[in-house]
């Protein structure tokens, strides 16, 4: 989606997938699509969406296009297929800076399964309700653990892409809790009165 409000403000209107591919590219690797969609994986996918592999290549393509990347091909170390990789051109790198600067933020729109389904907890037996906790209580220690890991695996020079995992890793930790503070007060519940 365009942000026109961003497009008032002198900066171009870039589908959101567009931005973020850019802004991998504003770090100053020259990198090819799997190495994007890679980084994608490891920093955006923990606290925005990691796009698609496919779209990955087609925001490469079209930033190419609108002057903002450019790219060549590069012989491989192995195999038989030349690599293409892409850098951020001086004009890319001016309007990812502005849309840091200027654009406005979007609040974050929480869209969290297991609150709703905590929210319809009337119409679920205890135990079930304790099931679907423990299940994203999994899933948050999960995505704790590889944030905490490509915290330590980041490289030292990219010194905000650190912070961003940092964040996530101290947001999954959060979401951890809650859930395990959400156990206990089913746990709580059920000795005060019937469940419905």
């Known amino acids: 989606m365009v942000d026109s409000v961003a ?3 002198g900066v171009p209107g870039l589908p959101a997938t567009g931005w973020a591919v850019l ?18 994986d490891r ?40 690599k ?3 850098r951020i051109t001086d004009e890319g790198l001016d309007a990812v800076r502005t849309r840091a600067r200027t ?16 929210w319809l907890g009337h119409l679920l037996e205890p135990e079930r309700m304790r099931e679907i906790l423990a299940a994203h209580r999994e899933h948050a220690e ?5 944030a905490e890991a490509d915290v330590a695996g ?22 951890r ?3 395990d503070a959400m156990l206990a007060d089913i746990e709580e519940r059920e000795g005060e009165r019937p469940w419905h």
């Open 7 to 9: 497009d008032r403000e």
């Open 23 to 40: 802004g991998l590219l504003s770090h100053g690797r020259e990198s090819s699509g799997y190495d994007v969609k890679k980084w994608a």
């Open 43 to 82: 920093s955006l996918g923990l606290f925005y969406r990691s796009p698609s592999f496919s779209q990955v290549c087609s925001e490469l393509k079209r930033r190419e296009n609108s002057g903002y990347a450019t790219s060549r091909l590069v012989a491989p170390e192995t195999g038989s297929r030349d």
């Open 84 to 86: 293409r990789v892409y």
């Open 103 to 118: 654009a406005p933020l979007d609040p974050p729109v929480l869209k969290h399964g297991p609150m709703l389904r905590l």
């Open 142 to 146: 999960r995505m704790r653990r590889r």
């Open 154 to 175: 980041a490289d030292e020079a990219w010194a905000y892409p650190r912070l961003t995992l940092k964040w996530a890793e101290r947001y999954y930790t959060a979401e």
């Open 177 to 179: 809790d809650l859930a």
